[in-house]
């Protein structure tokens, strides 16, 4: 471990969202990353168990209880028993940026060996603008070393603000059941030094384990839906934010870019088990996708919330022949955004009634 503690990148205008259901063991490896940053963790299942965290980090913790506490029944858009549980750290929060990471995720190297600071790339990320209009053959031209190439057209280079940073994994990948079956011992060891931009009207498959994402610019789109307990899908969570976003940052003129950070992802989830949870959306996704490609919206959706509402309406009227979950979906949506506000508006801090956890 390094010795000298980074310099921390925004650290009064970033929370650091975990969802668990477990002891935070994993946060001492992210001590020298973490430790000066503010903390948003979920704890999913069972209520009265108690999660440890380390000492000396600066958190909130939000159960089921605290959920349907501060929401009433606006809690039934909060997912039960899965990570999508997350997006109500997204919702809480008051900060301009959010970092999101799964529990089982560690510290990468880097192929010379130094530990990568996934945080602070991803906040370089978002900090710099894309390129969503015409694709730099050179990738991110805002990095130092590179610059655009010959070709590109001037009147593009100041770029798009920068809505989300997708970062990838080392060792398990991000594979669905079906491929986890016939790759049972495949691992990523390939260290891709690069970020990009996701073209303009490019869908992407978003994973939430190691995702930054700007609030202000998006926040109100990253909603994680129904999945879990009670739902006849899970494991869609994050790629159904993703699809939303996606539409809604093309229609507003912001950026995706997908790349660096690494994290190492140390634990292969029971593929069998991940193939009951994602055996709807293994048929489902072949009309979804389709659905999105195709989705555009009115030059009345100024805001995210307007997007997002109105692309509620779409999933329900064109979704909603495929499965009945869709009609709920889409209802769950509508709240979803209304809680947002309900939050987002008041004045009162949602942390208030809640005995201080930081370990000082």
Same mark, same amino acid.
């Given at each position: 471990?390094?010795?000298?503690?980074?310099?921390?990148?925004?650290?009064?205008?970033?929370?650091?969202?975990i969802?668990?259901?477990?002891?935070?063991?994993?946060?001492?490896?992210?001590?020298?990353?973490?430790?000066?940053?503010?903390?948003?963790?979920?704890?999913?299942g069972?209520?009265?168990? /108690?999660?440890? /965290?380390p000492?000396?980090?600066?958190?909130?913790?939000?159960?089921?209880?605290?959920?349907?506490?501060?929401l009433g029944?606006?809690?039934?858009?909060?997912?039960f028993?899965?990570?999508?549980?997350?997006?109500? $750290?997204?919702?809480?929060?008051?900060?301009?940026?959010?970092?999101?990471?799964?529990d089982?995720?560690f510290?990468?190297?880097?192929?010379?060996?130094?530990?990568?600071?996934?945080l602070?790339q991803?906040?370089?990320?978002?900090?710099?603008p894309?390129?969503?209009?015409?694709?730099n053959?050179?990738?991110?031209?805002?990095?130092?070393?590179?610059?655009f /190439?010959?070709?590109?057209?001037?009147?593009?280079?100041?770029?798009?603000?920068?809505?989300?940073?997708?970062?990838?994994?080392?060792?398990?990948?991000?594979y669905?059941?079906?491929t986890?079956?016939v790759?049972?011992?495949?691992?990523?060891?390939?260290?891709?030094?690069?970020?990009?931009?996701?073209?303009?009207?490019?869908?992407?498959p978003?994973?939430?384990?190691?995702l930054?994402?700007?609030?202000e610019? =998006?926040?109100?789109?990253?909603?994680?839906?129904?999945?879990?307990?009670?739902?006849?899908?899970?494991?869609?969570?994050?790629?159904?934010?993703?699809?939303?976003i996606?539409?809604?940052?093309?229609?507003l003129g912001f950026?995706v870019?997908? $790349?660096?950070?690494y994290?190492?992802? %140390?634990?292969?989830?029971?593929?069998? /088990?991940?193939?009951?949870?994602?055996?709807?959306?293994?048929f489902?996704?072949?009309?979804?996708?389709?659905?999105?490609?195709?989705?555009?919206?009115?030059?009345?959706?100024?805001?995210?919330?307007?997007?997002? =509402?109105?692309?509620?309406?779409?999933?329900?009227?064109?979704? $909603?022949?495929?499965?009945?979950?869709?009609?709920?979906?889409?209802?769950a949506?509508?709240?979803?955004?209304?809680?947002?506000?309900?939050?987002?508006?008041?004045?009162?801090?949602?942390? %208030?009634?809640?005995?201080?956890?930081?370990?000082k």
């Amino acid at each position: 471990m390094s010795s000298s503690k980074p310099v921390p990148l925004l650290k009064d205008e970033l929370d650091i969202v975990i969802p668990t259901i477990r002891n935070l063991d994993f946060l001492e490896m992210w001590r020298p990353f973490f430790e000066q940053y503010h903390l948003i963790i979920v704890q999913d299942g069972d209520p009265s168990k /108690v999660i440890k /965290v380390p000492q000396g980090f600066d958190y909130e913790l939000y159960n089921r209880n605290d959920i349907n506490r501060i929401l009433g029944p606006k809690a039934s858009c909060i997912s039960f028993k899965d990570s999508a549980c997350r997006c109500f $750290g997204y919702m809480v929060s008051k900060k301009k940026y959010i970092y999101t990471i799964d529990d089982d995720c560690f510290v990468a190297k880097d192929p010379s060996g130094h530990e990568i600071n996934a945080l602070e790339q991803h906040i370089k990320n978002l900090l710099n603008p894309s390129t969503p209009f015409f694709f730099n053959t050179l990738y991110d031209p805002y990095r130092e070393g590179a610059d655009f /190439v010959r070709g590109y057209p001037f009147s593009l280079r100041e770029g798009a603000p920068t809505a989300v940073s997708h970062g990838l994994w080392l060792n398990i990948p991000d594979y669905d059941a079906p491929t986890q079956l016939v790759k049972p011992h495949e691992r990523n060891t390939r260290y891709v030094d690069a970020v990009m931009t996701i073209p303009k009207g490019t869908l992407f498959p978003m994973c939430g384990m190691n995702l930054a994402f700007n609030r202000e610019l =998006i926040g109100p789109a990253m909603y994680f839906g129904l999945m879990g307990d009670g739902q006849p899908i899970g494991r869609y969570d994050d790629m159904w934010a993703g699809w939303c976003i996606k539409v809604i940052c093309d229609h507003l003129g912001f950026g995706v870019k997908t $790349g660096l950070p690494y994290i190492w992802h %140390s634990k292969a989830s029971n593929p069998f /088990v991940n193939l009951k949870k994602e055996y709807k959306g293994i048929f489902w996704q072949e009309e979804i996708i389709p659905f999105f490609q195709a989705a555009t919206l009115s030059k009345d959706c100024t805001s995210v919330q307007k997007c997002y =509402i109105e692309l509620s309406k779409q999933v329900k009227e064109k979704l $909603g022949t495929i499965d009945p979950y869709f009609v709920k979906l889409a209802d769950a949506m509508v709240t979803w955004i209304e809680a947002w506000d309900e939050i987002n508006n008041s004045s009162e801090d949602t942390s %208030s009634n809640k005995v201080s956890e930081a370990a000082k």
